[in-house]
């Protein structure tokens, strides 16, 4: 028996035990070409690489925004670059300031027809107050038949258009100029209108007598509720006025409102000297 030695060297393949030389499998390895490092780009975790660059170089790609500088040559403004926002600074007021106004207003109040000629004949007890107290050009228009007003350069409170207005309103409903002077003297006095038949529908002697035992015997009950309640009425055929403060104008107007429903003259008294003594004691 024969046996033969094979000696296998490293450089040389192996044999099968066929005797033909085993194959082996290898992949074909394609190389690229080595890219050129960059230090943008480079990742955090090459430490090598991260070391090659200078951090001086770092900084300045960041302030030129990785650019150079010669892309980046423009010239800038200072007075075109926002300020630092601060507390505005106004200038002081004039003493007068809040007096002062952009345009002249004007108002015109109708007058009644069957007003004209008391109108005419009160005319310097109205247009007196109007231009001392309120400082307003004041004229009477005869053909429109209306009283005009206007602001002017002497006109100090900014609501006196309004009050003249209201004041030139309540002479043409029917009360005494000394009343209605009240108007531009005090604050807290207001008009109030309301009719018969916004209480209740009354036609005929029903109305008449509605009417009656409103203003009483002479004008005794029209009285009475002028002082109990501290108001100026004006009965004008089925129209009221009432002119006084808020509270006061609805005591008389509830008083009133009684006897157009048919209550007697003396009960609307006892409500009244009931609510008179109320006020007192709160006055006091």
């Given at each position: 028996?024969?046996?033969?030695?094979?000696?296998?060297?490293?450089?040389?393949?192996?044999?099968?035990?066929?005797?033909?030389?085993?194959?082996?499998?290898?992949?074909?390895?394609?190389?690229?070409?080595?890219?050129?490092?960059?230090?943008?780009?480079?990742?955090?975790?090459?430490?090598?690489?991260?070391?090659?660059?200078?951090?001086?170089?770092?900084?300045?790609?960041?302030?030129?925004?990785?650019?150079?500088?010669?892309?980046?040559?423009?010239?800038?403004?200072?007075?075109?670059?926002?300020?630092?926002?601060?507390?505005?600074?106004?200038?002081?007021?004039?003493?007068?300031?809040?007096?002062?106004?952009?345009?002249?207003?004007?108002?015109?109040?109708?007058?009644?027809?069957?007003?004209?000629?008391?109108?005419?004949?009160?005319?310097?007890?109205?247009?007196?107050?109007?231009?001392?107290?309120?400082?307003?050009?004041?004229?009477?228009?005869?053909?429109?038949?209306?009283?005009?007003?206007?602001?002017?350069?002497?006109?100090?409170?900014i609501g006196a258009l309004q009050?003249?207005?209201?004041?030139?309103?309540?002479?043409?409903?029917?009360?005494?100029?000394?009343?209605?002077?009240?108007?531009?003297?005090?604050?807290?006095?207001?008009?109030?209108?309301?009719?018969?038949?916004?209480?209740k529908t009354l036609h005929g002697d029903h109305l008449s007598r509605?009417?009656?035992?409103?203003?009483?015997?002479?004008?005794?009950?029209?009285?009475?509720?002028?002082?109990?309640?501290?108001?100026?009425?004006?009965?004008?055929?089925?129209?009221?006025?009432?002119?006084?403060?808020?509270?006061?104008?609805?005591?008389?107007?509830?008083?009133?409102?009684?006897?157009?429903?048919?209550?007697?003259?003396?009960?609307?008294?006892?409500?009244?000297?009931?609510?008179?003594?109320?006020?007192?004691?709160?006055?006091?």
């Amino acid at each position: 028996m024969v046996v033969t030695h094979t000696s296998t060297h490293p450089g040389q393949p192996e044999s099968s035990a066929n005797g033909s030389p085993a194959r082996k499998n290898r992949r074909k390895i394609t190389r690229k070409a080595p890219r050129t490092a960059d230090p943008s780009t480079q990742g955090v975790g090459e430490d090598q690489e991260m070391n090659d660059v200078e951090p001086s170089n770092i900084t300045d790609q960041l302030d030129n925004g990785g650019f150079d500088d010669d892309e980046l040559a423009i010239d800038v403004d200072p007075s075109s670059l926002p300020q630092a926002t601060s507390a505005p600074a106004f200038p002081p007021l004039a003493a007068n300031a809040d007096k002062t106004r952009l345009k002249s207003e004007t108002r015109r109040i109708p007058i009644p027809p069957h007003r004209m000629t008391p109108l005419k004949k009160d005319w310097i007890n109205i247009f007196g107050p109007l231009t001392e107290i309120l400082g307003l050009q004041v004229r009477m228009n005869v053909q429109r038949k209306c009283v005009e007003a206007r602001t002017s350069k002497h006109t100090k409170d900014i609501g006196a258009l309004q009050k003249g207005a209201d004041f030139v309103k309540a002479y043409a409903l029917g009360f005494d100029v000394n009343d209605a002077i009240a108007l531009l003297r005090l604050d807290d006095l207001y008009l109030d209108s309301f009719e018969i038949k916004d209480v209740k529908t009354l036609h005929g002697d029903h109305l008449s007598r509605a009417i009656g035992r409103i203003a009483g015997q002479d004008g005794k009950t029209k009285f009475t509720i002028e002082n109990a309640s501290r108001t100026r009425i004006v009965l004008a055929g089925t129209k009221i006025h009432i002119m006084g403060s808020f509270q006061n104008i609805k005591v008389a107007r509830d008083a009133i409102v009684s006897l157009i429903l048919g209550s007697p003259p003396g009960k609307v008294y006892a409500g009244l000297r009931t609510v008179s003594s109320r006020m007192r004691q709160r006055a006091l």
